[in-house]
């Protein structure tokens, strides 16, 4: 028997070699699950969260901002890009126009302009409530 210590852990890990079993019929179905799962393509592409902190104590409320061709200004906590067939952006924003009856409210977006998380911007909405759009990115606005 082979013992070794995990470098980080320091747990105890037991390593015990075990006469293989080529000709039981449940290993040997294993194996061909594994090798078949192995070939499929997955079909979501892994990729890391890019995230940032919301300044609003607000919940996310799909369609809680009215899409009424306004001008906005509005601060993005998350953005990713999503692949063919949308080939668009897709945000999660929060108003920041202390004077609009959205202001706090966060909110889904999508734009083909590319946006940073953690930024600021000021951007013309569309008027359809049902496919929510940044028609125009009018300027970033600068951090205090």
Partial sequence: MLVRRASRAHKRVDV?????HKDDPCNARADELAKQSAKIA????????????KKSP????????RMVGQVAT??????EYLPPPHRCYRYMYE???E?????QRVDWITSDVPLARGHTYSVQLNDNQG???IEELLGEIEAA
């Avoid at 015990?16 to 293989?20: E, M, S, Y």
């Avoid at 607000?58 to 901002?65: A, D, L, P, R, T």
């Avoid at 509005?74 to 953005?79: A, E, G, P, R, T």
Wanted: proline fraction near 7%; charge should be positive.
């Fill in 58 to 65: 607000n919940q996310v409320e799909i369609g809680s901002v």
């Fill in 131 to 133: 496919n929510p759009r």
């Fill in 16 to 20: 015990k070699w075990v006469k293989g």
């Fill in 74 to 79: 509005i601060h993005i906590v998350v953005d």
């Fill in 99 to 103: 004077d609009s009856p959205y202001y």
């Fill in 42 to 53: 997955r079909s979501k592409a892994i990729r890391p969260a890019r995230i940032r902190r």
């Fill in 95 to 97: 108003i920041m126009d």
